[in-house]
């Protein structure tokens, strides 16, 4: 009731903002029972895009159309950043950017988050946080908009600078930066810039919860990053590839939205994943989906969402866990007819309840509007210590009460383990807890994911970790 | 205008929140002009309480009355805790009190939040935190009502037990344990409770953004408490005293409103401090007031709130600064028909941008509609490194974000030096820097209060850590 209380109380707000003209702005009630759509403003014509056109036509420069019966993105519109081929915006942009004097070098990381910027999973961010967002980051894990509303902002999206190209930027008054890879070719400008202090003691003990050494995100990049952090409103020249043979999963929020409409979805279920996916994860997502039909959804769809930026270097590398998610679409266990398969490109950050919001948030974008979570998400061993960083139970807990998130519907993992009188996967029942086998080994192997067991002679375990 | 939204939408959630019969709501429009005063609802005759009776008479188990033109306090009414006299139930709970086989013993801290529960300055809390407030305290710095508005809470407020206690009070299933003093006289009870772990980095992380050794609240109340938290309902059995010749300064957020209601307030400032008052805080405070004036208020009164409760061995002790706010009302450098000396009960954490925001809230709940925020409030300097914790600009500019506290006006602190030209303390201008003198030896011993300077023959000054 309280979600649904929430809703509805946004949506008056939503209905009553101004400048919402360049977005077809759509709010489904969440649950339950099926989709209640109503279409709050339809300024397509404004904006000089036609219905079914491609996505680059239909992209604005801060705003992407979404279509109707999704879940609205934060901020009311989902945020583009990158220029547009038509009128020469971005040859333009790329000649700033070989010209401009100031040029920052992207790491991996930094580059995963370009690409997280420019396709809106972050939305409304328009680009690195400026020091009035990394502090409500770091402090609320929200981020009051111009509206008034708070939308999640869990982990800091920031680029660091060192000291010296500070000062230089500085001595110069420059208000625009060219963003360059690791051979000093441009990916995107920085405008507007702002720069502050990089606190990295501070950032790091309120996104982790601890200041142990050891935090993967933080070796990597962190550590070594400059003092300093720039923030700016950004424009990337062309769409972020990597070409390892993976950019086909790799579907904006703006493509996934249009996946989802054209197949008729009127719920989306997402459910994250760093690790391969098993017997127990599909049993979960098919019943998942039975539970959203008895509900009164005529098609809910499911987005099956491995993550695809920096993960530590023990998890399974992300091209063995591709081609383990095809498998699984193609021996039928999950139905491909009401599954989308694509990469999420964060990097992972192994910070627990702060970052599993960060995870949610980012599928509102991409139009899912219910969430997955389990056991202990986006935890890990604690770096020096025996025991876990996070309590497994905080990361659910925190997920349902975070602010920003309350159309969302988090839906609680159940733990799965194999039935001995059933002969079969199935739910836990704690009223006959004996008949069913959990293989601590297995368990083991499979505690920073999930608690759930892997008892099957299936062949997808074969690939785990193969 | 966001501020003066943002409250006038609270009001219409207040007008329609059901259960508010039980206090007389009021509301004011916080800035600019004068009151706009608007009751929502007249409950007190269903209290069976007069206007005009005594604190205790008007107390309900939940709720104090609140006068008219004051701030509401946070959740809609003030929470009060002590058991009332009448009836019998001081007594009844004496007894049970007594008599519970399972009692914790309060060390200074924990007595000091005791105090600060029963009187309500965290308001809408009503005991020691359960689990899903201390989740949203530490994650997003405030805590959602039954009514689904946010309340700011930054600071976990909490009880500790040790593992023995702990297992010994799980076994009998308890759900109701007395709070006993040094000497083993209860002083509460503690019901519905709820025992939860203790993770002390993780909490001691996110609260203060750093884990080095060296803070002062976390060596005084955490390193050596238990590794489980009690949280529950707290019933204080009568009000929390000290026999330290200063009770009558500490004066609950009823008796304020009280005060400002007799005084016929129609806005009241605060002034939080932990170090003697001197002149650049007198012109502060001197200036506000006409500051406010010019807004179009009638009567301003300043709340001038020193914590009375724990602070670390070199801040000046409680008595002394006492001594010297006396003087500063006796001496006239402070009009006494427009002020208020009280003590603030809670203890100290220096927790800088988390802390302010719990100082300004519980200011809210006694009635205060200003606060007066400086540079590095509740900072400190780093434990264990040659720098300040806080950036000196993020307190201010944290609490000027922070959820929940959109009702409250932020005054930030104004710099004070010696103008050479006009002999005098005033605001510094940056046009005639050079006509303004900030001596660094005075200002060195005040670095960690306000960036300002005494520069005064003022009796006063001489009162300093003397």
Redesign the interface.
Known sequence: M?TQ??FL?GFSQLAAQPGRDRAVAVAVAPAPGPARVAVAAVGSAKLGVKAGTSRTAAVARLGVRCRASLIEPDGGRLVDLVAPEEGGRRAALRREAAELPHRLRLGRVDKEWVHVLSEGWASPLQGFMR??EF??A?????I?GQD?R?VNM?VPIVLSVGDAQRRAIQADGATRVALVDERDRPIAVLSDIEIY?H?K??RV??T?????PGLPYVEEAITNAGDWLVGGDLEVIEPIKYNDGLDQYRLSPAQLREEFARRNADAVFAFQLRNPVHNGHALLMTDTRKRLLEMGYKNPVLLLHPLGGFTKADDVPLSWRMKQHEKVLEEGVLNPESTVVAIFPSPMHYAG??EVQWHAKARINAGANFYIVGRDPAGMSHPTEKRDL??AD?GK??LS???GLERLNILPFKVAAYDTKQKKMDFFDPSRKDDFLFISGTKVSFHNCWDVVIFSTNPLSSLVKS
Chains 1, 2 share one sequence.
């Open positions: 309280a209380a929430a109380a020091e009035h502090l409500q770091l402090h609320f894990n929200a009051r008034g708070m869990s202090k606190n003691e501070e003990a309120r982790w919860g601890t200041t142990a309840p702060t996070y309590d905080h807990k925190v009460m975070a602010p």
